[in-house]
């Protein structure tokens, strides 16, 4: 692996770009390993990374159906943020939020991580007291989150329309200045590459279709369209399809697939400075880097695992879009898309051990995966590797589903679900 | 030659009402969930573990999938549905009541 610097760009420029290496190998399964991780999205591949580098164990393989950050990583709208309500969300959004800052320098891949500030728009009294509501409850966790007013806000984001007339009147907004967006993409690679550099295998187009058992009930290994893969431990990340994964042990999960849609405009000039979310009307909006404006929409009503969804919903957050920003009005828009998300009853991840010896879980983060990337695999690999959970993810266990210790996000977070 | 659309495209479901009678427009319903999952009869008698199953776990399977549509903007009653959640087909649609299909 060559590292990235300005002296390897200089010289690899001399010889006209063409004699750089391959980021990573395309490995093939070998018959064994210490560890394996079953997804290789910016989660799974976090997890191997942090696998080897923190706890050694460098013997690991990611195995992906499709193609490395091909599923969620790259369908998502990249939003990073970290003012949830609950305490137990604050800290394990925030140990994430922390893991972005100083990434790009840990993996010497630019995963152009920009603190351009997340903003939530508050239409209606109730917005206006769950957000000051939550800003509190944030600055009780160490979480920065502020509160400002329509004028403020405006200010902070000149496209949007602060009329008293408009049909979804801003009453105020509360901003994270730390929240932002990075790209998808390089998430994905940085940590493939990082993990490939310590010895992680990473095996793409192989699908596993099957976990095999032991007669103690732990596992022995995977199934998969290339061969059977022994590893007495198995982390599976495998987002939408996590409880088919988990059905193949045995194990029935509290977890329901649907359609989340995203979408992106022809590229413009630099025109939209942060991110701006407006829950009440189900619509968000960043600007990538590219010049695209990057709108994600709400979740399709019926469970599908089809990674497409119905052009109403499109519709529906466009029309909410044109009115709060109404200079986007003549914009067209270039391409939509679906991801397919593992949803919880309590909008709350799982992310621990399971029922099953050796078999650890990293699943239902829903719609808003993407901002945990870096937190949710530095956490799977410490479970996976000390057999136990971290403090900040032993909360988020399966047993809460029977005790009721459900950490409900649902109806109180800040999250556009 | 001209390009043709992929066949794949579709805009919105399209769902057969077994009460109306008619294949009408997804945005007509509401989804209600999975079907079949049979309201316990004594409460008081479950266990923590019967609750988990009755209230939270879902079969969420990549295929065959029973699960109750309610036509909204039409009649307005609950019916069952057969889809197939890895290409959004219906299988079948049936009224409430009848046994699992």
New interface residues.
């Given amino acids: 692996m060559t590292r990235f610097s300005a002296f390897s760009l200089f010289a690899k420029a001399l010889g006209g770009h063409q004699s750089w290496p391959e980021q990573w190998p395309d490995a093939s399964p070998k018959p064994d390993y210490d560890a394996i991780i079953v997804g290789a999205g910016g989660h799974g591949l976090g997890a191997a990374y942090y696998l080897a580098k923190k706890y050694g164990i460098t013997k690991v393989a990611v195995i992906e159906k499709g193609w490395l950050g091909g599923g969620n990583t790259g369908r998502n709208t990249t939003i990073i943020r970290s003012n949830y309500l609950y305490d137990e969300s604050a800290h394990l959004y925030d140990h994430a939020l922390k893991l972005w800052d100083g990434l790009s320098q840990e993996l010497n891949y630019n995963t152009m991580y920009s603190k351009r500030g997340v903003m939530m728009l508050a239409h209606n009294v109730h917005d206006v007291q769950s957000f000051k509501r939550h800003i509190h409850a944030n600055r009780l966790n160490g979480v920065d989150n502020e509160w400002l007013s329509a004028e403020q806000a405006k200010e902070y984001c000149p496209p949007l329309s602060i009329s008293p007339d408009a049909r979804h009147p801003v009453l105020g907004a509360a901003l994270q200045r730390r929240g932002g967006t990075a790209r998808h993409d390089t998430v994905a690679w940085g940590y493939a590459r990082a993990a490939a550099a310590l010895g992680v295998d990473i095996i793409q187009n192989c699908a596993v279709t099957g976990i095999r058992r032991g007669a103690d009930g732990a596992v022995e290994g995977v199934e998969t369209t290339r061969g059977f893969i022994a590893s007495k431990r198995i982390g599976v990340s495998a987002a939408g399809?996590s409880?088919?994964i988990m059905q193949m042990a045995g194990l029935?999960?509290?977890?329901?697939?649907y359609p989340l849609q995203a979408l992106v405009s022809e590229p413009v000039k630099p025109v939209f400075p942060c991110v701006v979310m407006s829950n009440t009307v189900h619509a968000y909006m960043s600007q990538s880097d590219k010049g695209e404006l990057v709108i994600g929409a709400g979740t399709d009503?019926?469970?599908?695992?089809?990674q497409?969804g119905?052009?109403?919903i499109v519709e529906h957050t466009l029309a909410a879009i044109c009115e709060i920003f109404p200079i986007f009005r003549r914009m067209r828009m270039l391409r939509t898309w679906g991801g397919i998300v593992d949803v919880t009853?309590d909008r709350s991840p799982i992310l621990g051990k399971t029922p099953v010896k050796g078999l650890y879980v990293n699943c239902g983060w829903g719609t808003g995966g993407f901002k945990a990337t870096p937190g949710a695999g530095d956490l799977l690999a410490y479970t996976m590797a000390k057999d136990e959970p971290h403090p900040i993810n032993a909360p988020y266990n399966l047993d809460r589903?029977?005790?009721?210790r459900l950490i409900d996000e649902a109806a109180a977070a800040a999250v556009a679900h | 030659m001209r390009r043709q659309p992929p066949q794949w495209r579709i805009e919105m479901l399209l769902i057969h009402c077994p009460y109306c009678d008619e294949a009408r427009a997804e945005i007509e319903f509401a989804y209600a969930g999975e079907a079949h999952i049979v309201r316990p009869p004594d409460p008081s008698l479950m266990s923590d573990e019967e609750w988990q199953r009755y209230l939270f776990i879902r079969s969420n399977p990549r295929g065959r999938h029973h699960e109750r549509w309610r036509h909204i903007h039409g009649c307005g009653r609950f019916f069952n549905a057969v889809r197939d959640t890895a290409t959004d087909k219906f299988e079948a649609t049936y009224k409430a009541g009848e046994p699992r299909r």
């Fill in positions: 399809h409880s088919v029935d999960f509290p977890l329901e697939s009503q019926y469970v599908s695992y089809s497409r119905a052009l109403h009853p589903f029977r005790t009721g």
